[in-house]
Nanobody
């Protein structure tokens, strides 16, 4: 089993920064893609940013130029630097990791961290 624990959410004024982290622990063999998703009330969960093990990134159009995803493979950690936050960024942010052991690949989710941006 793999556990993902997020930290670093909170309340911030519009235009400010936040930088949540996610650390994976447990019986880790290999983690491939790691990513951040978010879900606002009444909305479906959506991709925010994803990063491959080799460092290739992809972002939702709504956050390009404002958010930066990075990872530390040695520490099984992924970081999301969020700048110029907007009220519409308010959501629960979830960490996701694809874990692979030989031919068995599974996706794991964190419990989520609340991000609230006030106008």
């Amino acid at each position: 089993q793999v556990q993902l624990v997020e930290s670093g959410g909170g309340l911030v004024q519009a235009g400010g920064p936040l930088g949540p982290d996610c650390i994976a622990s447990g019986s880790i063999f290999r983690i491939n893609d790691m990513g951040w998703y978010r879900q606002a009330p009444g909305n479906q969960r959506e991709l925010v940013a994803i990063i491959t093990r080799g460092g290739i990134t992809n972002y939702a159009d709504s956050v390009k130029g404002r958010f930066t995803i990075s990872r530390d493979n040695a520490k099984n950690r992924v970081h999301l630097q969020m700048n110029s936050l907007k009220p519409e960024d308010t959501a629960v942010y979830y960490c996701n990791a694809e874990h692979q052991k030989v031919f068995d690949t599974r996706n794991y989710w964190g419990q989520g961290t609340q991000v609230t941006v006030s106008s």
